[in-house]
């Protein structure tokens, strides 16, 4: 699975050089970085009247999802951008079908201490990408079972 425009693979390895040695990072395309941008301002288009906790069950399948397969790269920054990005999308949306001025955004999405709460809607709350753990495969390299190669040749 490549893409069209610029060859490359989703998860595209870049070889790094450094004074160790080298090294492979997997770094995530731009391409499904923006196919996740669209589906994210399709669901909150700032005009739409849908019910907010079925948005916010569709964004969150959508977006954990998303993580979960990408989360063996090098994406702890992409993944904060994109929890941005999604946060943001919903209290635009928020705002307009509600007719929310900030303070009002403000009011409702913090504690009694002040922290930012998560948005949430009739119990279902917004996903958090920056939560996920990031995982990279380490290298294993002659140590994979390979089931041509013998242990014992006696």
């Known amino acids: 699975m490549t893409d069209g425009a610029t060859g490359s693979h989703p998860l595209s ?3 790094l050089d450094n004074s160790i040695g080298k090294h492979v990072y997997t770094f ?3 391409r499904p970085i923006r196919q996740l941008k669209d589906k994210i301002r399709a669901l909150t288009n700032r005009t739409s009247q849908q019910n907010p ?3 916010l069950i569709r964004l ?3 977006t954990r ?3 979960n397969y990408f989360k063996h790269a090098v994406c702890k920054a992409t993944l904060s951008s994109l929890a941005s990005f999604t946060w943001h999308r ?3 949306w928020w705002t307009a079908l509600h007719r929310w001025k900030w303070k009002d955004v403000r009011r409702r999405l913090t504690d009694h201490n002040g922290r930012w709460q998560r ?3 009739d119990g279902i709350e917004l996903f958090d990408l920056q939560a996920v753990a990031v ?3 380490r290298y294993r390299g002659n140590t994979i079972p390979n089931p041509w190669t013998r242990l014992n040749h006696a």
């Open 28 to 30: 995530i395309a731009d």
């Open 119 to 121: 948005p949430s809607a």
């Open 53 to 55: 906790r079925d948005v």
């Open 13 to 15: 390895p870049n070889r």
């Open 60 to 62: 969150n399948q959508i």
């Open 135 to 137: 995982t990279r495969y």
């Open 90 to 92: 919903v209290i635009s």
């Open 65 to 67: 999802g998303w993580a």
